[in-house]
């Protein structure tokens, strides 16, 4: 039985603040089931859910070297669904409200990347991969390859990067080199980790890992380009023959139309009439006319540019002069909440949004609307298109990164297809693909035929396991 350590910032169900946290909760447990001894370790956050953080084994505590100090570090344990997760616990640079964003980030995750290698020793259990993911992790592999794998146990051990968002490179001064890892400056000097004359924790990852990994195929090829590849295309080229794409699934026991108790009604394939139900409920509840003949757009998301907001924007007007409703869910920048505050009073008939985070009204969403809007500029892997075809929702997006993977646009002629696509970064041609949908809105066997389509799309945890099984087993 291969033994895979996930190292990660987060992880569903005791801390998250984005996608990476729900890959860190369903992907070990997943891997479990096809006999891969998968633990994951994260730091101990201060807000760590109550109902888990009391119910944490201590199992001992030691110290780890940050640069010249001796920092305290405590492990605690959790057995959750099967899978062993541990929590690195030091005070000083995890009791704190947020996760990232702080000024000595760099110092933090240092010695969270060290101590993921030293708690090894201290519990006696070495795994054959350390799986890394995002700049937090991304000097483990680094640590790795030029300190512990001339240290017993830790020989055979080899790493693989995921990279979650190519956007975030963890840059700092490269002081940090002596001050934080008791190196000299030769790793910059010679390039495996200046970026933009700072030290970069992701170009590590990139850099001394076995393998790296990201979680789409789309995506794999993209961030290869200038346009995607955030100034790092190049050295991504170099590393093609070890950069894969695996596509992320989702929680089919939380995200489920026949059990979700958050819907008005479960519903499932030989059901389908039951969804509207979950849709006359939605507009009732959000205060909108309860009317089935208007097409329900719903976006659950970030209101950020990198979600394709300015797209919307540029259209939301036009859009809103058809028989439609919009219903907006989620919290980003202060332009983007007060434009749809500002539809919302224009359009009182047409327009609910809703600027909080509420996963109750999220699950609603997902069941009660027709539509799911998703242009993201560019987009990784993407959850709200995977959610949505789960619950007989179609996708509208741009074919980017895993949008493009999961999404396959409607073929008039032969019925396939479980969503709508356009492929250019333009409000005009999303407005067109909107209006092509609506259009087929109005025409219910073919988007009984859509909703029957996105239902028995497959987008679980199991093929995404075994594509990582098999990754991990190239590497043993």
């Known amino acids: 039985m ?23 909760g369903a992907l070990p447990q997943e891997l479990k089931k096809i006999g891969v001894d998968a633990r994951v370790v994260i730091p101990k956050h201060k807000n760590i859910k109550p109902n888990f953080k009391e119910k944490l084994y201590f199992i001992k505590w030691f110290t780890v070297k940050v640069g010249w100090r001796n920092e305290y570090c405590g492990v605690f344990s959790y057995n959750h669904e099967g ?36 708690f090894l020793r201290e519990i ?39 990279i979650h968002n190519l956007l975030f490179q963890g840059t700092f001064d490269k002081e940090i080199l002596p001050e934080l890892f008791g190196y000299d400056y030769e790793p910059y000097d010679n390039g495996s980790l200046e970026l933009f004359g700072g030290v970069s924790f992701l170009k590590g990852g990139i850099n001394y890992a076995d393998r790296i990994s990201t979680v789409s195929y789309t995506y794999a090829n993209e961030i290869q380009t200038p346009m995607y590849g955030e100034k790092l295309d190049g050295l991504l080229r170099s590393k093609n023959n070890i950069l894969s794409g695996i596509v992320n699934g ?10 979700d108790k958050n ?15 979950n849709k006359l409920e939605l507009q009732k509840r959000l205060g909108l006319p309860v009317r089935e003949d208007s097409a329900v757009i719903g976006i659950v998301s970030r209101l950020t540019n990198q979600k394709g907001f300015d797209l919307i924007v540029n259209i939301g007007d036009r859009l809103l002069q058809h028989n ?3 219903v907006v869910l989620g919290t980003g920048d ?22 909080t985070f509420n996963d109750e009204l999220a699950h609603k969403i997902y ?12 987009e990784p892997c993407g959850l709200g298109q995977l959610i949505a075809l789960r619950y007989g929702t179609i996708p509208i997006v741009r074919e980017t990164g895993g949008l493009k993977d999961t999404v396959n646009p409607f073929n008039k002629y032969t019925g396939e297809g479980n969503g709508f696509s356009f492929r250019n970064y333009n409000a005009n041609e999303m407005f067109t693909i909107i209006e092509s949908a609506i259009g087929y809105f109005h025409n219910k066997s073919i988007w009984n035929g859509l909703i029957r389509n996105a239902l028995l799309s497959d987008n679980s945890w199991q093929k995404s396991a075994q594509d990582y099984k098999n990754l991990y087993e190239a590497l043993i």
């Open 2 to 24: 291969s033994k895979v350590l996930f190292a990660a910032a987060e992880a569903h169900p005791f801390i998250k603040t984005g996608g990476l946290g729900d890959v860190m």
């Open 83 to 118: 899978v062993e997760y541990y929590f690195i616990d030091n005070e000083k640079y995890f009791n704190r409200d947020g996760l990232y964003g702080y000024y000595d980030d760099g110092e933090r995750y240092a010695f969270f990347d060290r101590a993921v290698l030293e």
């Open 124 to 162: 006696d259990w070495y795994p054959d991969i350390i799986h890394c993911n995002d700049w937090q992790t991304g000097m483990v592999p680094v640590l790795q390859k030029l300190e512990y794998k001339y240290q017993h146990n830790y020989s055979q051990i080899k790493t693989v990067f995921s």
């Open 250 to 259: 989702i929680d089919y026991d939380i995200y489920n139309s026949e059990t």
């Open 263 to 277: 819907i008005f009604r479960n519903y499932n394939i030989d059901s389908i009439d039951n969804k509207k139900i």
């Open 324 to 326: 439609i409703q919009l």
């Open 334 to 355: 202060r332009g983007y909440e007060e434009h749809f505050k500002g539809l919302q009073y224009r359009y009182p008939d047409k327009v609910s949004a809703n600027i």
């Open 367 to 378: 069941a009660g609307a027709d539509m799911f809007l998703m242009p993201s500029l560019f």
